[in-house]
């Protein structure tokens, strides 16, 4: 997957500095200089229109958020509701999350998000799902020994292969669930956009975190 290049888009990203930083190689294992604090880093995957990592970040001044996403008709939207919540702890990188670890040195993220992945349903495709062990190799070099990795899916097959996945990369799998909203984990639980579209046509959610194996 390249990133498509339409006109003026790299342009009408550039007027958003602090929020879409297009430099963000350079910053790879010195983002506190960037934000200007040591606050630790959370980081989703996919972050579409964005509900899901502006809501947390308004909710949590003193994490540092990022949203990841490739394409730049939805990034757009994530990046405008983060300006309209006056947001300061939140930045947006506009590049595909095969090239994660040129973004974050090795440790610097304290926990990652993947909610509402593209499932790619047909074998062939398996490489590309965000939870295969070649991506899953390289959320761990970028997560501390501490973190872990929460995700979200309405994808029965999916969620199944991730399980599978994560124990292939030895994740330690905790607070499993196959119904989030009917669950304890429902608590604090903020919405992604396909989620609240999910949810309001009866779907399962389906949830669990895993750890770091260090
Ligand atoms: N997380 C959001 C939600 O739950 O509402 C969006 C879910 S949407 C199904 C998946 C998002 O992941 C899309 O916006 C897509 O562009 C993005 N995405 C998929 N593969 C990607 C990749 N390799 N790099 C960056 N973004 C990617």
């Known amino acids: 997957m390249r990133l498509r290049k339409k006109p003026g888009v790299r342009e009408a990203m550039a007027t958003y500095p602090k929020l879409v930083p297009l430099n963000g190689e350079e910053y790879r ?12 880093i959370h980081v989703e995957l996919g972050t579409g229109k964005g509900n899901f990592i502006t809501t947390l970040a308004e909710q949590n001044p003193h994490i540092n958020y990022f949203g990841v996403e490739l394409y730049e008709e939805v990034l757009i939207k994530a990046v405008k509701k983060a300006e309209a919540k006056e947001l300061t702890n939140i930045a947006f990188l506009w590049i595909n999350i095969r090239d994660i670890e040129n973004y974050f040195a090795p440790e610097e993220v304290d926990r990652i998000y993947l909610n509402f992945s593209d499932p790619w349903p047909k074998k062939r495709h398996a490489k590309r799902r965000l939870t295969h062990s070649e991506f899953l190799a390289k959320y761990k070099k970028i997560l501390n020994s501490n973190g872990f ?30 119904d ?16 609240a579209k999910f949810v309001s046509q009866g779907m399962k959610i389906y949830r669990c975190i895993a750890a770091h194996p260090a």
């Open 29 to 40: 294992g010195r983002w506190r200089e960037f934000f200007g604090n040591d606050n630790p």
């Open 180 to 195: 989030l909203h009917n669950s304890e984990y429902v608590e604090g639980n903020v919405m992604t956009e396909y989620e």
């Open 149 to 178: 990795i929460q995700l979200k899916t309405d994808n029965e097959g999916l969620f199944e292969f991730s399980l599978n996945e994560f124990a292939q990369e030895l994740f330690l799998l905790k607070d499993i669930t196959f």
